[in-house]
C-alpha cells in the first residue's frame, strides 16, 4: 500500500479525491499497489465531507509522516506551495502538482531537488489540463528533435473568441457571459491577456529546448483587442481566429510568444473550439502531431495529477527522466521572426498602405471606411516599420498552415 | 553502450537506422546511454550502403551475440518475424516493433514472454505511425476507465475518402490515382476493405480493456462500396464519410468494429484529411482526448520504434507495464449496439420506407430516382430487420459527435 496526501482541498483537490474513489481499480492495477489517500490538507473545515477525518490542518503531520511517499499539491500559487514542495521533496516525497505558476517559477530547482533526494516532481496537470502532453513530451517524442509547439492553451479565452466567432458578437459582452456562465473568472485578466496561456508555454518550450525558458521573458498578447470586425475580415479570407502560445526554434534561434493569430481552415487548431485546448507539436522526423481535449476542469486535471501519481507509485526510489535544466535558455526577440500579418487601415490611408507594404493580398469584406489586406512574411521588425509609415487601425499575426 | 540491431531493412528499417544517425545526439541523452547499431539482417546485399559492415544474413548472428540487448523488428509478416522475436525475448533481448499484425496476432504471448524473461516487447509503431497513442494509453491515462476508442487508423483509405470529398471523383479512380502516387498498394485489398485498420484496433482494444480482442472477431467492412453520389447526401446534410476503427464498451458489453461512417463537422475525427491519421479516446473522468498525426511514412513510424528502443534502453532488466492478458475479450456482436443510420432507398419505395422506419430525417440532395434520410437510433439487428422489409439501395452507419 502506498500513502499519499492531498495538499489543498479546493476543486483540483476534491476533483483528486474523487478520481481515486471512483476508478480505484483501474489506478491500483497499473500502480501495482493499493493507493490510499492518508491525509488531505486545508485550513478550512469540511463537516460531514466524507474524507473529513483525513483533513488535517497543520502540513508538519505530513511532512513528518516517513509513510507519506507521494503528495499532490492542488493548493495554487506561490506560497506556500513553493516551501511545502521544496521541503517534501527534500524529505525524499515524490510530488505531483497541477499548480503552472509554481512549475514555471521554480520547475528547474524542484526537479532538481526531486532527483538529489530520489524522488520526483512531476507536472502533467500543468499544462493542458487532462491532455496528455508532458509525458508525450518527455517518453514518446524521444527520438524526435522537438523544433515547434503551439497550442491554445487556455479554454477561457478560446470560449470567448469561439463565441465571438459563431455568434458575431463583440468581445466585452462575450465576456460578461463566459463570466456568468463560470467559464471566465470574475477578474479575468489572467486569462484574457494570456498571462496563463504564457506560463504553460514557459513550461512546455523548456521541455522542449531542456533549458529554463522564463515567462517572464515571452512576449504576451492577449485578446482584449480582438473585435467583431477582425472575424468579419477572418471569415471573409477563410480564417478564424486563435490565441495561440508558441515555441519555435529558427536556424538556432529560439522564439516564444502568445498572442492571438489568425490561421486558415487546414490548421489542425482550427477545428478546436470552445473550452477544448490542442498542442501541435513539430519534430524533424515526425512532423505534426496534435494532442486534444479538456484543457482544464475539476475531473479532467485531477485525472492528470493521479496519472503522476500512479507514474511516482510504480517508480518509487527512482528518478523519472526529466531534461529542465536550470540554465536559462536564450530567447530571440520576436521583432526578428518572419511572417505575414493581417492589417486593417483607414480608406483615406490604402495607397499609402499599398506603397508601404507593396505586395499584399486584398481581402473583400466591404466593412464601411476601411481597407485591409495580408502581407507578405516579413520580420516583425520590418512590419512594424512599414506600419507606422502608414498608420493603420490594427494588425493580426498570421499563422501559416503545418 | 547499447548495442542493438534491426532486422529487416526495408523502408521502416532503413528509416530506423535514419533516424538513429541524425537524432543521435537527443536519443542518446534521453536513452542515458549512447545507443549503437551493431547488426542490420537482411537477405539481401547492400553494396555501397554506408551501413554495408552491419549487414548480416543470418539471425543467429544476433541471437547468439550476448552484447546485443535490443533488437528492432521492421520485417513485418508472422514468418519468420515470429519465431526471430520470440527466441530473441527467451535471450532477454528487448524488441521494438513496427509489425502490426504479429502484435495483433501473438501479442499477449510475446509480451508474457518478453517479461518472464526481464525485457520488453513495445510496439508503439505498430498503430498510428509516429503518433503516440499506445504510450499515452499505458502510461498516461492511467486514472482513466478508458470506455471507447475511435480512430482513423488508415491513412490510404482516409486519403480516398478525402479526395473522393474534395474532387467529387468516384471510388475506383480515386484508388488508380492512390496508387500512381504510391499512397496505395498495387493489391490495395488489406487498406480497401479494413484490414489493416481492423489488426490496429484490435491491439487498441485489448490495451483498453487488458483482455485479448482477437482481430478475427472483429466486424471489419471496407470502403469499396462508397460512391459519389453518398459523398453528395453527407454533404447535404453537413457530414462527410470516414472508414472508422471503434472500440466501446458499453453497459459492460464490448464492440469492436472497422466501418465506414458518417460524422458531423463537430467531430474532432472531421477535420483529419488525406494521409493523417487520429485516434480519440474517451475517459470516464477526462471525457475526450485525440491523437493526431502522421499515421504512416518511413521516418514518423521509425521515430515510434526509436522510442521505443530508447524506452527499453532506460528499462533494462526491467519490465515495463503493459496490461494485455491472454484471455479472450468477449465482444458483443454489432448486431446488439445502437445508432442512427443513413439510408437510401429508390424513389417508389418512399412510402414503403416511411412506413418501415416511421421518424425519419429527409435529406434533400436532389439525386434522381432515389430517397434518403437518416433514421432514428436502433440496434442494427432492428434496422437490418426494417431495411430487409424496405428494400434499400445503401446504408451507412452514422457516428455522433462526442
Known amino acids: 500500500m502506498i500513502q499519499i496526501a492531498v495538499m489543498g482541498y479546493g476543486t483540483v483537490g476534491s476533483g483528486v479525491v474523487e478520481v481515486i474513489e471512483k476508478n480505484k481499480e483501474e489506478i491500483n492495477k497499473k500502480s501495482g499497489e493499493e493507493i490510499e489517500i492518508r491525509y488531505i490538507l486545508d485550513l478550512r473545515e469540511f463537516p460531514g465531507d466524507p474524507y473529513e477525518d483525513k483533513i488535517v490542518h497543520d502540513v508538519e503531520q505530513i511532512l513528518g509522516d516517513p509513510g507519506i511517499k507521494i503528495i499532490c499539491e492542488t493548493m495554487g500559487g506561490l506560497r506556500p506551495a513553493y516551501d511545502f514542495t521544496k521541503r517534501a521533496l527534500l524529505a525524499g516525497k515524490s510530488v505531483c502538482t497541477s499548480n503552472k505558476e509554481l512549475v514555471a517559477t521554480h520547475g528547474p530547482e524542484l526537479i532538481r531537488i526531486a532527483h538529489e533526494n530520489k524522488c520526483n516532481y512531476l507536472f502533467e496537470a500543468s499544462v493542458g489540463g487532462g491532455i496528455p502532453i508532458i509525458r508525450p513530451l518527455n517518453y514518446s517524442l524521444t527520438a524526435e528533435r522537438v523544433d515547434a509547439i503551439t497550442g491554445i492553451l487556455n479554454g477561457t479565452t478560446n470560449y470567448i473568441l469561439s463565441k465571438m466567432e459563431k455568434e458575431g458578437a463583440g468581445f466585452e459582452e462575450t465576456l460578461r457571459e463566459a463570466q456568468e456562465k463560470g467559464y471566465a473568472e470574475r477578474n479575468p485578466e489572467a486569462d484574457v491577456e494570456g498571462y496563463d496561456a504564457c506560463r504553460k508555454i514557459a513550461i512546455l518550450s523548456s521541455l522542449m529546448c531542456g533549458k529554463n525558458v522564463k515567462y517572464q521573458d515571452i512576449y504576451t498578447e492577449g485578446i482584449s483587442g480582438i473585435t467583431q470586425t477582425d472575424f468579419v475580415y477572418a471569415h471573409a479570407c477563410g480564417r478564424t481566429i486563435k490565441l495561440l502560445a508558441q515555441s519555435r526554434e529558427e536556424d538556432g534561434r529560439l522564439f516564444a510568444m502568445v498572442a492571438p493569430f489568425m490561421i486558415n481552415k487546414s490548421h489542425p487548431l482550427y477545428m478546436v473550439n470552445?473550452?477544448?485546448?490542442?498542442?501541435?507539436?513539430?519534430?524533424?522526423?515526425?512532423?505534426?502531431?496534435?494532442?486534444?481535449?479538456?484543457?482544464?476542469?475539476?475531473?479532467?486535471?485531477?485525472?492528470?495529477?493521479?496519472?503522476?501519481?500512479?507514474?511516482?507509485?510504480?517508480?518509487?526510489?527512482?528518478?523519472?527522466?526529466?531534461?529542465?535544466?536550470?540554465?536559462?535558455?536564450?530567447?530571440?526577440?520576436?521583432?526578428?521572426?518572419?511572417?505575414?500579418?493581417?492589417?486593417?487601415?483607414?480608406?483615406?490611408?490604402?495607397?499609402?498602405?499599398?506603397?508601404?507594404?507593396?505586395?499584399?493580398?486584398?481581402?473583400?469584406?466591404?466593412?464601411?471606411?476601411?481597407?485591409?489586406?495580408?502581407?507578405?512574411?516579413?520580420?516583425?521588425?520590418?512590419?512594424?516599420?512599414?506600419?507606422?509609415?502608414?498608420?493603420?487601425?490594427?494588425?493580426?499575426?498570421?499563422?501559416?498552415?503545418?
Chains 1, 2 share one sequence.
Open 274 to 402: 470552445g473550452v477544448f485546448n490542442a498542442v501541435c507539436v513539430h519534430g524533424n522526423m515526425l512532423g505534426d502531431s496534435m494532442y486534444y481535449g479538456r484543457g482544464a476542469g475539476k475531473l479532467p486535471t485531477a485525472s492528470a495529477v493521479v496519472s503522476d501519481v500512479v507514474d511516482c507509485a510504480r517508480h518509487i526510489g527512482k528518478v523519472i527522466m526529466c531534461f529542465w535544466d536550470a540554465q536559462e535558455a536564450a530567447l530571440t526577440g520576436i521583432e526578428k521572426a518572419s511572417r505575414r500579418f493581417f492589417v486593417r487601415v483607414a480608406q483615406e490611408q490604402e495607397s499609402k498602405a499599398l506603397q508601404a507594404f507593396e505586395q499584399v493580398s486584398v481581402i473583400k469584406a466591404h466593412v464601411p471606411g476601411e481597407f485591409a489586406f495580408i502581407t507578405e512574411r516579413m520580420p516583425e521588425e520590418e512590419f512594424n516599420d512599414r506600419a507606422r509609415r502608414t498608420g493603420i487601425i490594427s494588425r493580426i499575426r498570421i499563422e501559416e498552415s503545418m
